[in-house]
């Protein structure tokens, strides 16, 4: 499993930028490379309350191989505090690379820090991790045997991940049942994007009703895929988008996604480290008016935040569900030198109301847990809940004559 997976990077991943053909860097030049884009870019100006220009010199004369200026690299960015600002070997950013594109390989999960611990945050539609029955706000206290316990995301990356038709053994701690090891073999993943099946298959969506299960915003594909099936509800009543433990991924594909449903409007501000804010708006015009219920839950991130945050903000859509993971920070992609690359975390972003969700969330209107023993039972309330407030939206649609 790749490190840009693992890492949870996928939740935030904002913005592709390749600087043109690699060309060769002796250490110390990548190093020096690494700190002026820190310099430049890192969203918080105080570069976490330090004086960052002692980074630059600190290692002179001491970087003799390319391992030596990735260590270095990593020590430096690790004074930022930033788990989504990390620096790519030139293996693991073509890993990267080929997830935006639509495949990747591991076990299928996206992790993240939570208070010092290591939590899964969603696993990804029909992978390993999806069907060995890894769930958003599992805790890994163990991988292959050995503890977690003050691992940083890059070493669990590369713990977790390994070639195809190997097994990791992962203790899981799940809150209300006992910890449990988790034997998961890899494999080869596609990333799909778009589907209409429900998680739970036994549940029954109308006929009328327009069901959207959107898993991931990695892939380039998304958002046509999404506008496809906007078209094609034009004979339904309403539109349910599920955007339950899907982690995110490329901003462009929220922000599309957003403009096809709405008339007007901010879709999402950012804030960079100077302070300037920018706002994006709808201008290419609405694919449908349908009625919008968006279901989400805590392992609904990023770009799943900004596409719940924008409809419920301008009142387009009513969320139901479960409180979202709370990612407000937008990351870019850096090519370096060698084939290696950085990403950065360069803005945090706000709803249309102007609400900082970092390590908040998304509220839902209308609050429905999913428990243990209704997905033993394979009874999606959530889902169920959903389809009965579009059924009340409709049935006020129809009244009211509009």
């Known amino acids: 499993m790749k490190r840009f997976i693992k890492s949870g990077l996928a939740i935030i991943t904002a913005i592709y930028m390749s600087c043109g053909l690699s060309i060769a860097a002796t250490p110390a030049e990548l190093y020096d490379d690494v700190w002026k884009i820190v310099n430049k870019k890192f969203y918080d100006p105080t570069n976490n309350s330090q004086d960052w220009a002692k980074w630059r010199y600190r290692y002179d004369h001491k970087l003799k191989t390319q391992e030596d200026a990735y260590i270095a690299i990593d020590t430096m960015l690790a004074s930022l505090n930033d788990p989504y600002t990390r620096f790519l070997p030139p293996k693991e950013f073509s890993e990267e690379t080929q997830a935006i594109k639509g495949s990747l390989k591991g076990i299928g999960t996206q992790i993240g820090l939570r208070d010092g611990e290591l939590v899964i945050i969603a696993p990804l539609e029909d992978s390993p991790a999806e069907r060995a029955g890894l769930l958003a706000d599992d805790k890994i206290l163990e991988i292959n045997g050995e503890s977690t316990k003050g691992i940083n995301i890059d070493a669990a990356a590369d713990k977790i991940r390994g070639e195809k038709g190997t097994t990791v053994n992962l203790l899981i701690q799940r809150k209300g049942v006992p910890n449990k090891i988790y034997s998961i073999v890899r494999d080869e993943i596609e990333v799909k994007s778009v589907s209409c099946k429900p998680p739970i298959e036994t549940t029954v969506i109308p006929e009328d009703i327009q069901y959207i299960r959107l898993s991931s915003f990695i892939s380039k594909n998304a958002a046509t895929e999404m506008e496809t099936l906007f078209n094609n509800a034009a004979g339904k009543k309403g539109i349910i988008i599920d955007l339950r433990s ?47 219920v968006i279901l989400i839950n805590k392992g609904s991130a990023s770009a799943s935040e900004i596409l719940s945050g924008a409809l419920k903000d301008n009142h387009r859509a009513t969320i139901v569900g479960e409180q979202s993971f709370g990612k407000g920070l937008v ?6 030198p060698d084939e290696a690359g950085m990403n950065i975390t360069i803005q945090r972003y706000l709803t249309p109301s102007g609400q900082d969700i970092n390590k908040k ?17 394979k009874d999606d309330v959530q889902l169920k809940k959903a389809i009965e407030v579009l059924e009340q939206i409709t049935c006020v649609v129809q009244r009211n004559g509009y």
């Open 361 to 377: 969330g998304i509220t839902p209107d209308v609050v429905i847990e999913l428990t243990e023993e209704n997905v033993k039972n």
């Open 331 to 336: 990351q870019e992609i850096n090519k370096l």
């Open 246 to 292: 899907n982690p995110g991924g490329l901003l462009t594909n929220a922000i599309y996604i957003s403009d096809m449903l709405l008339k007007g409007g901010p879709i999402v501000s950012t804030v960079d480290r100077d302070r300037y804010k920018s706002t994006t708006r709808a201008r290419y015009g609405q694919v449908t008016d349908k009625p919008i």
